[in-house]
């Protein structure tokens, strides 16, 4: 059998070097896994498209998300470097899943909901939510709506009727379902898109978000970010299962996987899927098969767990000059173009995060603010106690 027409499951097994015998999962990932049959593509390699599962998106769409792309890319970046420098505390990025993530944000309708994981950020900035909102997040100062009581990267925008991220593993997937069924109670032609990664399949959520889901019928789109990793727990660790999509068949939801790092497929599948909902057939769990480019975090050594030398494969799968190939191709779009964009994208960020780092810290009192109508006494007490001190160096605002 040859390696273009040999399953995803066989060609990973022999990749890794083990077999069926219990040695190694057949379900490791590996770069070919995207061409297998079942695995919608559209970009092909050469920048055309193919027209069976086309999207039909507009030129001018498609610079748009190209923009977008880039835009989280240098953001990721930027963000990395911060958190070296100890100007801001944490990020959790998505280089390398770019094509993921806005590609569905983009495929969703306006009066669509959608529910974070972590890694979303860019979603979130496609939705609307301000560079400023995020970036003073990031800092935890002020202007943040949560006043730095979350880590960073812990947003919301409810204006773009985007979620609030939440840190435990899963918990947004029956919040998402819940949302869901409560618009079908209310006859509302809204779907709700919910992202989660392979890890997240193995949380209690998962399971009953998709049952009821399935049994309920809720307008839910189950977003699987299947990047090869949850923190250091490689995918061959996570599932026995040949895909993440077929988990979908034990609650009578249908699956799909597409090339996650092909920004066609996933608006073409993520259309379909919310068209599925709007009907009134309920949900769909979409793996996208994509690759964590870098840690899971700013918290974390990928080199302890993942060899470098492995990364060169996945690299050219990157999601970013993929798409770049088709724009030249199409719109004749030049390297002087790119370079402008960056220098564009550049100046504005660097605008936030002056503007971020100029911004006051929250009062320390505000941590009791929020949660009564009234501050009861025994609180009252506590507050006055911190602010007469003594504190710790660093800790006086």
């Given at each position: 059998m040859s390696t273009a027409t040999q399953p995803a499951s066989s060609l990973a097994s022999s990749a890794s070097g083990g077999s069926m015998d219990g040695s190694a999962h057949p379900v490791a990932r590996h770069p070919l896994d995207a061409h297998a049959p079942d695995v919608v593509r559209v970009l092909r390699d050469d920048g055309t498209l193919d027209p069976a599962n086309d999207p039909g998106l507009r030129s001018d769409e498609v610079l748009t998300l190209y923009r977008a792309m880039v835009r989280a890319r240098l953001l990721d970046e930027r963000l990395v470097l911060l958190q070296r420098q100890g100007r801001i505390g944490f990020h959790i990025g998505c280089k390398g899943e770019e094509a993921s993530?806005?590609?569905?944000?983009?495929?969703?309708?306006?009066n669509d909901w959608i529910f974070p994981c972590y890694r979303e950020f860019a979603a979130a900035l496609w939705r609307g939510m301000p560079l400023q909102r995020y970036v003073d997040n990031m800092f935890g100062n002020t202007n943040d709506p949560v006043k730095g009581r979350q880590?960073?990267?812990?947003y919301t925008w409810k204006t773009g009727k985007f979620g609030s991220v939440s840190s435990p593993i899963g918990t947004q997937i029956t919040q998402a379902v819940g949302f869901a069924w409560a618009a079908k109670i209310r006859k509302e032609d809204a779907a709700v898109l919910v992202y989660f990664g392979d890890g997240a399949t193995s949380s209690n959520e998962f399971h009953n978000g998709m049952n009821f889901a399935g049994v309920f019928k809720a307008p839910t789109v189950f977003f699987c970010r299947n990047n090869g990793w949850a923190i250091s727990v490689p995918t061959e660790r996570q599932t026995a299962s040949e895909t993440f999509a077929q988990k979908g068949i034990a609650y009578g939801v249908p699956g799909v996987r597409c090339d996650g790092n092909d920004l066609f497929a996933v608006v073409k599948v993520t259309r379909?899927?919310?068209?599925?909902?709007?009907?009134?057939e309920g949900p769909?769990?979409?793996?996208?098969?994509?690759?964590?480019?870098?840690?899971?975090?700013?918290?974390?050594?990928?080199?302890?767990y993942r060899p470098e030398a492995g990364l060169d494969s996945w690299r050219r799968l990157d999601p970013i000059p993929r798409l770049r190939r088709y724009i030249e191709r199409t719109t004749g779009w030049t390297?002087?173009?790119?370079?402008?964009?960056?220098?564009?994208?550049?100046?504005?960020?660097?605008?936030?995060?002056a503007v971020s780092e100029k911004t006051a810290l929250p009062a320390l009192e505000s941590m009791f603010e929020d949660v009564f109508g009234e501050l009861p006494w025994h609180l009252q007490e506590q507050r006055d106690e911190l602010l007469r001190g003594p504190r710790a160096k660093g800790h006086g605002h």
């Open positions: 993530i806005l590609g569905s944000a983009f495929a969703m309708r306006q880590m960073p990267d812990h379909d899927a919310v068209a599925r909902a709007a009907r009134g769909t769990i979409i793996e996208a098969l994509t690759y964590r480019l870098e840690g899971h975090s700013t918290s974390d050594d990928p080199k302890a390297d002087a173009q790119d370079k402008e964009l960056e220098a564009e994208l550049d100046a504005e960020l660097k605008a936030a995060i």
